[in-house]
């Protein structure tokens, strides 16, 4: 039995931090994942990986894989069914994959750690165990692998996700940057970062019969899944369902890979429903992650600290051919106010997976240089950081002079400072102690770009007792989707929050948009917002000429306490029930997709914040802890402040780790990655992580659907530079290479220890 | 997974007679780094010998030392009054590895016989003389941040990822074992955990099928000067870059009687620095006395292209540590 939620009796519960609706089905194991559906027959996989970067595959000989009980087939390039390449994300309308690449069609082997072989047996661990009999012999080639050594072949790529890869404005940069009185020139590095999503990506696929598929998946790209798998596999699209009611922690990892590919390939070949997950090393060697980076950023500044020249290159390390080059420099477009600007990046194409979305890819690693530059000015300058930004607060986008929809980082600072207690401060380096303890606060400003997806439809559904069912082939990755959307139907629809439904995670309903971006809060809600607007009109026709709401037209109606009303009239109107009943009618029904997202054509729209944080760095070791955090955030309106605070924080802890300890561990010789396990890829653990505080101006951008901004990956972004520049104030000490470990720390330490100072008993 | 044969034999007798016929058995106790391994494939042993049920128990022994049984879990042997009181070293160190979840599980005899964490012994892509004697090393020309800087080989740089075993080694501790037909014998910790040469497959002095059946630890003078100090990528739940285990034992003029120290995270085994001890004893406890202690001891580092920090590293807490314990007062353990 779900226990007593208190506000689900409520009506209104926008802004309400209204608890999520799923928690207590998660807590009692009754919400199930992809991995658990367990159709009859069912088999399961195992991937053998290969071991080289590059090559060919020229003998595989698994005959004691065969001969293993349970086994039921391995699948390789000589026996998978044929399928064709999948169309690619942004590049083609139907695409969701970030590598198009065939998926086990030929020999090549693309990176190491590519699927090779895969085992079907009869019980996981008896295809784990064939799959380790399985012996691949390689023809290896030449692999490009070293970013270092390739940088000088870096080239720049077509576009930036469809913005130009190069920016100029305000006159030439570099002279400006020459001739300015202040500057700071430096480059700034971070490495590669792996996806660990709690649940490990999983699939069981069904072929209903020779051409229908039913995919169990743990995606956050429903829609897109199923128009690239009908390319992909040569059906129609509704001969094709993918349903995903739960994901356990997407952050952009959950999607359409090769994985996908061969789930479906070995249910085909097994005659039989398959189900893959994929081991923790699996993910690390199939599923990409985020691409490392070099970037120089270069600050001109007069001794106010206006900027004369805003400068912001680099080059990321990509798979070759990829179209996902991390748009480190977007934060740039958009922050500050610089008499000129010049942006522009590139990339090393080498023989890696995919390079793919992981929460603000681009604005993470690009908000780490920027923000630490900015902080290196202010040092300079002698000036407050939070003071440099506000004097370079733009009043129009610095790229393309649009107006903002709204803008209140200026006000986010403000309120955050006051309740850091940031004037407390002392800005020398390394004045405050603690024991062995030097202490050290640091500022950065977090930035993610504002995106509606286009075609996200939606169905509403009234029936005659006076509930709701709201429709939408959402993602509901734990972040509060069906809990927020359900507030904002219930909102609209003038019910409590119990008489509304929303169903999602099935495309069988309306299509949504990806989840991913950001987007999908605003995306469903302005389908909502749509559809409620036919449903009135809807409401209106079946009300008829005997309500006494006969006569008023749409515009002059409006749903408030269970029905439908005059507007400004707090007695005409009717409820849906009466309405329903009089039309004879056990529910009236209305689908709508979204407006299209001009608002994002006309104004710049952002959504910004300010990271404050406190960090401890120990003299003797170079240890780093995070000591106090606040996050102070402009994002439009907040739908629901429980559900928003654990995006932010969690966007803050994954930038904890990104910061201080996180870092793929690639060989460059083999092209492999080596510590593809929890163990060894260091996560943030509970030490790691100190009390988040997080406010929000709770502004409504009055553009956007339901006056709100996606908050999914802003968290994230400005972390690493906050961190780093508490570490500059703590020691005096500026390290510009994520991620910062003890080593890095220790490095810039000059006096050995224990040479000097008097034993003091 | 390989499959094995699964066997829980009633006493230690009966292990090591198992063990004795079986020859690709392996002792099952906690699992947490035994079926990781068999996970990998690293490990493939046809026999596992369940032993989690044996020797779990701590108890006095004459002349004022402690037995611990090597089935006894690390979180119990943590916990335990007398080695909170008596050898808090043991605790600390204890309590700084791994997760509460996996000290419930681990065994102080699967603890000493745990493998080195380096990434190229985990991967089967690579090669690794630890796996493959001969097949070459991978870890040297690769990713050494954690890797040996002392008593390596061109063979191999792995560490010894113990945090315990380092606490023992300090503590002068006993490993007692039981071999095939009752023989019993007795090993120094210092002694058990061999240095690579050529040989990095022979990890320890045990003889094939020996069993752990105990740690034994002496009186000592240390509980009140003892600490263990162990230097990390993340707050908790990470191996250690360096760790140091320090004791001092002072004199009533203050001057050194003894100290013990070793290092973890630096050698194919827990590092015993005897070079340092023997430097320390008898003198006044200075600052510059440690360095020069932490020096002579380190002199013999030889880094490798991305662990030359933990030479200073190590250094710099040998003082830390020594310092603050010279500082203490008698009273506060
Ligand atoms: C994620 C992770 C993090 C960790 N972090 C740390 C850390 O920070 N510090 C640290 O010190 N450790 C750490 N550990 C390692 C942990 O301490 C060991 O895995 C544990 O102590 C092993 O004990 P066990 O009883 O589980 O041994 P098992 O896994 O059962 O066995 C390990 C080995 O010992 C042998 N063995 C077991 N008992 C005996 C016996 N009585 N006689 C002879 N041989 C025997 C087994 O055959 C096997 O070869 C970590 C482990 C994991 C998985
Ligand atoms: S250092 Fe030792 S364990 Fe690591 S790869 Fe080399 S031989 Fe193997």
Same mark, same amino acid.
């Given at each position: 039995m779900t226990p007593a939620n208190p506000a689900m009796r409520r009506f209104g519960t926008i802004g309400q931090p209204v608890s999520r609706l799923d928690g207590p089905l998660k807590v009692a194991g009754a919400a199930r994942f992809a991995a658990e559906v367990r159709p009859e027959r069912l088999a399961y996989a195992a991937i053998v990986p290969a071991a080289v970067a590059k090559g060919h595959v020229i003998a595989i000989d698994a005959a004691d894989a065969r001969a293993t009980r349970g086994v039921i087939a391995i699948m390789t390039h000589e026996n998978a069914p044929r399928m064709g390449r999948p169309p690619r994300f942004i590049e083609d309308p139907d695409g969701t994959a970030f590598d198009s690449s065939p998926v086990m069609q030929d020999n090549r082997v693309r990176w190491n750690g590519q699927a090779v072989a895969v085992v079907i047996a009869e019980n996981q661990d008896i295809a784990e165990h064939a799959a380790s009999l399985v012996r691949v012999s390689y023809s290896p080639e030449a692999a490009k692998l070293s970013f270092q050594a390739l940088l000088l072949s870096a080239r720049r790529p077509a576009s930036i996700l469809g913005q130009p890869?190069?920016?100029?404005?305000?006159?030439?940069?570099?002279?400006?940057?020459?001739?300015?009185?202040?500057?700071?020139?430096?480059?700034?590095?971070?490495?590669?970062?792996?996806?660990?999503?709690?649940?490990?990506?999983?699939?069981?696929?069904?072929?209903?019969?020779?051409?229908?598929?039913?995919?169990?998946?743990?995606?956050?790209?429903?829609?897109?899944? #199923?128009?690239?798998?009908?390319?992909?596999?040569?059906?129609?699209?509704?001969?094709?369902?993918?349903?995903?009611?739960?994901?356990?922690?997407?952050?952009?990892?959950?999607?359409?890979?090769?994985?996908?590919?061969?789930?479906?390939?070995?249910?085909?070949?097994?005659?039989?429903?398959?189900?893959?997950?994929?081991?923790?090393?699996?993910?690390?060697?199939?599923?990409?992650?985020?691409?490392?980076?070099?970037?120089?950023?270069?600050?001109?500044?007069?001794?106010?600290?206006?900027?004369?020249?805003?400068?912001?290159?680099?080059?990321?390390?990509?798979?070759?051919?990829?179209?996902?080059?991390?748009?480190?420099?977007?934060?740039?477009?958009?922050?500050?106010?610089?008499?000129?600007?010049?942006?522009?990046?590139?990339?090393?194409?080498?023989?890696?997976?995919?390079?793919?979305?992981?929460?603000?890819?681009?604005?993470?690693?690009?908000?780490?240089?920027?923000?630490?530059?900015?902080?290196?000015?202010?040092?300079?300058?002698?000036?407050?950081?939070?003071?440099?930004? *506000?004097?370079?607060?733009?009043?129009?986008?610095?790229?393309?002079?649009?107006?903002?929809?709204?803008?209140?980082?200026?006000?986010?600072?403000?309120?955050?400072?006051?309740?850091?207690?940031?004037?407390?401060?002392?800005?020398?380096?390394?004045?405050?102690?603690?024991?062995?303890?030097?202490?050290?606060?640091?500022? !950065?400003?977090?930035?993610?770009?504002?995106?509606?997806?286009?075609?996200?439809?939606?169905?509403?559904?009234?029936?005659?007792?006076?509930?709701?069912?709201?429709?939408?082939?959402?993602?509901?990755?734990?972040?509060?989707?069906?809990?927020?959307?359900?507030?904002?139907?219930?909102?609209?629809?003038?019910?409590?929050?119990?008489?509304?439904?929303?169903?999602?995670?099935?495309?069988?309903?309306?299509?949504?948009?990806?989840?991913?971006?950001?987007?999908?809060?605003?995306?469903?809600?302005?389908?909502?917002?749509?559809?409620?607007?036919?449903? #009135?009109?809807?409401?209106? *026709?079946?009300?008829?000429?005997?309500?006494?709401?006969?006569?008023?037209?749409?515009?002059?109606?409006?749903?408030?306490?269970?029905?439908?009303?005059?507007?400004?009239?707090?007695?005409?109107?009717?409820?849906?029930?009466?309405?329903?009943?009089?039309?004879? *009618?056990?529910?009236?029904?209305?689908? !709508?997709?979204?407006?299209?997202?001009?608002?994002?054509?006309?104004?710049?729209?952002?959504?910004?914040?300010?990271?404050?944080?406190?960090?401890?760095?120990?003299?003797?070791?170079?240890?780093?802890?995070? !000591?106090?955090?606040?996050?102070?955030?402009?994002?439009?309106?907040?739908?629901?402040?429980?559900?928003?605070?654990?995006?932010?924080?969690?966007?803050?802890?994954?930038?904890?780790?990104?910061?201080?300890?996180?870092?793929?561990?690639?060989?460059?010789?083999?092209?492999?990655?080596?510590?593809?396990?929890?163990?060894?890829?260091?996560?943030?653990?509970?030490?790691?992580?100190?009390?988040?505080?997080?406010?929000?101006?709770?502004?409504?951008?009055?553009?956007?659907?339901?006056?709100?901004?996606?908050?999914?990956?802003?968290?994230?972004?400005?972390?690493?530079?906050?961190?780093?520049?508490?570490?500059?104030?703590?020691?005096?000490?500026?390290?510009?290479?994520?991620?910062?470990?003890?080593?890095? #720390?220790?490095?810039?330490?000059?006096?050995?220890?224990?040479?000097s100072r008097p034993l003091s008993s | 997974m390989t499959p094995f044969r699964y066997e829980k034999p009633a006493d230690t007798a009966g292990a090591v007679e198992i063990s004795r016929r079986a020859p690709a058995a392996r002792y099952l106790a906690g699992g947490t780094n035994l079926v990781d391994l068999m996970r990998e494939t690293i490990e493939r042993p046809e026999t596992l010998v369940d032993v989690s049920h044996l020797s779990g128990e701590i108890r006095d022994i004459d002349g004022g030392g402690l037995r611990i049984g090597a089935g006894v879990k690390n979180t119990a042997v943590a916990a335990h009054r007398s080695v909170r009181e008596r050898y808090p070293l043991l605790t600390q160190a204890i309590l700084s590895g791994a997760s509460a979840q996996i000290r419930n599980m681990a065994s102080v005899g699967g603890n000493i016989m745990q493998r080195t964490r380096c990434l190229y012994f985990y991967d089967d892509a690579s090669r690794c003389n630890k796996r493959e004697p001969g097949a070459g090393c991978d870890a040297l020309q690769g990713f050494t941040r954690n890797h040996a800087i002392l008593g390596g080989s061109a063979s191999c740089v792995a560490t010894h990822p113990s945090d315990m075993c380092v606490a023992l080694a300090a503590l002068d501790a006993s490993v007692q074992l039981e071999g095939p037909r009752g023989a019993r014998r007795s090993l120094n910790l210092t002694d058990l955990h061999r240095l690579p040469g050529n040989t990095p497959e022979i990890e320890t002095g045990l003889q094939p099928g020996e069993l752990i059946t105990a740690v034994e630890l002496h009186p000592n003078r240390f509980a009140n000067r003892c600490s263990y100090r162990k230097v990390r990528d993340r707050a908790s739940f990470a191996f250690a870059l360096v760790s140091v285990a320090a004791a001092l034992d002072l004199a009533d003029d203050g001057s050194i009687r003894e100290a013990r120290l070793a290092l973890g995270g630096v050698a194919h085994k827990p590092w015993r620095a005897r070079t340092a001890e023997a430097l320390l004893a008898g003198k006044q406890p200075a600052e510059t006395q440690f360095r020069q202690a932490a020096d002579a001891e380190l002199s013999a580092a030889r880094p490798l292209p991305h662990n030359a920090f933990k030479i200073e590293l190590v250094k710099r807490v040998i003082v830390s540590s020594f310092v603050a314990l010279a500082q203490r007062k008698e009273a506060s353990a």
């Open positions: 890869t190069e920016v100029n404005a305000g006159g030439d940069a570099e002279q400006a940057l020459a001739s300015a009185r202040f500057t700071v020139d430096e480059i700034y590095t971070t490495p590669r970062y792996n996806h660990n999503a709690i649940e490990l990506h999983a699939l069981t696929a069904v072929w209903e019969a020779e051409d229908r598929l039913t995919l169990h998946d743990s995606t956050q790209m429903l829609a897109l899944t #199923v128009s690239t798998l009908a390319r992909v596999l040569d059906l129609p699209k509704d001969h094709i369902r993918v349903l995903s009611p739960f994901v356990g922690g997407g952050f952009g990892g959950k999607g359409f890979f090769s994985h996908t590919l061969l789930a479906i390939a070995a249910a085909k070949l097994a005659g039989r429903p398959v189900r893959l997950v994929l081991s923790r090393e699996g993910v690390f060697r199939l599923i990409g992650g985020r691409a490392n980076s070099r970037q120089r950023v270069a600050l001109g500044a007069r001794s106010d600290g206006t900027l004369t020249a805003l400068i912001h290159t680099g080059a990321t390390g990509v798979m070759t051919g990829t179209i996902f080059p991390e748009q480190f420099t977007f934060p740039a477009r958009h922050l500050y106010a610089a008499d000129s600007l010049h942006l522009d990046q590139a990339i090393v194409e080498l023989d890696i997976p995919a390079n793919i979305a992981m929460r603000a890819p681009g604005e993470s690693i690009g908000s780490f240089a920027l923000e630490s530059a900015l902080d290196e000015l202010a040092a300079k300058l002698d000036l407050d950081p939070v003071e440099l930004r *506000r004097r370079n607060e733009p009043q129009k986008d610095p790229t393309d002079g649009r107006a903002f929809s709204t803008r209140n980082i200026v006000e986010a600072y403000r309120r955050g400072a006051e309740r850091f207690g940031w004037s407390n401060r002392n800005p020398a380096p390394g004045t405050q102690r603690d024991g062995e303890w030097s202490i050290g606060q640091g500022v !950065a400003t977090a930035y993610y770009p504002y995106y509606r997806f286009p075609g996200s439809a939606a169905r509403i559904r009234i029936t005659a007792d006076g509930r709701a069912v709201v429709q939408a082939a959402a993602h509901e990755m734990g972040m509060g989707t069906a809990t927020v959307q359900s507030q904002h139907a219930a909102q609209l629809l003038g019910l409590p929050l119990d008489r509304v439904t929303f169903e999602y995670g099935d495309t069988a309903l309306p299509p949504s948009a990806l989840a991913g971006g950001s987007t999908q809060t605003a995306s469903i809600a302005g389908a909502v917002i749509a559809a409620h607007e036919r449903l #009135v009109e809807e409401l209106l *026709r079946l009300a008829g000429n005997d309500s006494p709401l006969a006569g008023a037209g749409p515009k002059e109606v409006e749903t408030r306490n269970g029905g439908l009303f005059r507007k400004g009239d707090q007695e005409i109107g009717e409820s849906y029930e009466t309405i329903l009943r009089r039309a004879g *009618r056990d529910h009236a029904e209305c689908e !709508a997709v979204g407006t299209p997202p001009a608002e994002m054509m006309n104004y710049s729209m952002l959504s910004l914040g300010a990271q404050f944080c406190e960090v401890r760095v120990n003299d003797i070791t170079g240890e780093v802890r995070v !000591a106090r955090w606040l996050g102070s955030f402009d994002t439009g309106r907040i739908l629901n402040p429980k559900t928003a605070a654990s995006q932010f924080r969690g966007g803050i802890i994954m930038g904890i780790g990104m910061a201080l300890t996180e870092e793929t561990l690639f060989d460059e010789r083999s092209g492999r990655i080596m510590n593809p396990s929890l163990a060894e890829y260091h996560l943030p653990v509970h030490l790691d992580v100190p009390q988040i505080d997080v406010i929000w101006t709770d502004i409504p951008d009055p553009q956007s659907p339901a006056g709100v901004h996606g908050i999914g990956e802003i968290g994230i972004t400005g972390c690493a530079g906050a961190i780093a520049n508490a570490i500059y104030n703590a020691t005096g000490t500026r390290i510009r290479e994520l991620p910062i470990t003890p080593d890095k #720390v220790l490095a810039f330490t000059s006096q050995p220890y224990g040479q | -």
